[in-house]
C-alpha cells in the first residue's frame, strides 16, 4: 500500500512493527474518503507487520493475533514536519518501542506547539507522553496506559472521545467512530483556514 503524488493535505499515521490493525487501517481509509493523503510513517521505510489485540472472555491481559502488514511511507528521520496538516498516533504494541526514535520526538513536538490537529488512540498516547507533550492536556487512552499518561502530567478521561484543543483522542479501536471523525473536523476547519490565508 503506497501514496501516488498527491497535491491533497498530507496527514501523517504512525506506526511501528506491532502497531494495531484497526487503529492504524481506521483513520486510514477515513482520511483517503475526507480528501487528506495519508502517509505512514515508521522508523524505517519498509513492510511493517500490524496485530489484532483483544481481551479474551477469561483472560485479564490482551491477546495478540498477527493482522495485515503496511508499507511506510516515510522513516522518521526523512519527515519534513511543516509539509503535514496533522498526525495520528496509532496504538499496539509499537508505541513502547518507537518512542525513543528522536527524529519521532523532533516531530511529536512539532504538531504540539503549532496547534495543528492531533489524534491518538489506545498505546498512542506513550508517544506524546515520552515527548513531555501531554502536561496538562486531558486525553482519552487505554486505562492500562493511564499511568503513563498521568506521571507525564497529563489527566486520564475514560470516555470514547476527548477533545482538548486540538488533540482528540479515544481509548481503544472499539472507539474509532467517535473519535476519528472529530479529528477530520478539525483538519478541514485548519485546512479552509489555510485556504482563506493563502487568499
Known sequence: MTNAPSDKPKVLIIIGDASETLDTMYPYYRLQEAGFQPVVAAPEKRLYQMVM???KPGWTITKEWEGYTINADVAFSEIKEEEYAGIM??????PEYI???????????????????IASVCHGVEIPAYADCVRGRKMATVPKCKFDLEVCGGTFVNE????????VSGRTFHDNGFYVGPWIDLLFKAREEATVAAG
Not at 99 to 117: M, N, Q, S
Not at 160 to 167: E, H, K, Y
Open 160 to 167: 470514547a472521545c476527548v477533545i482538548d484543543g486540538n488533540l
Open 99 to 117: 518512542r525513543y526514535d528522536e527524529d519521532l520526538i523532533r516531530v511529536t513536538k512539532h504538531f504540539f506547539e503549532a496547534g495543528k490537529p
Open 89 to 94: 498516533f496509532s496504538g499496539g504494541r509499537a
Open 53 to 55: 489485540h483483544e481481551v
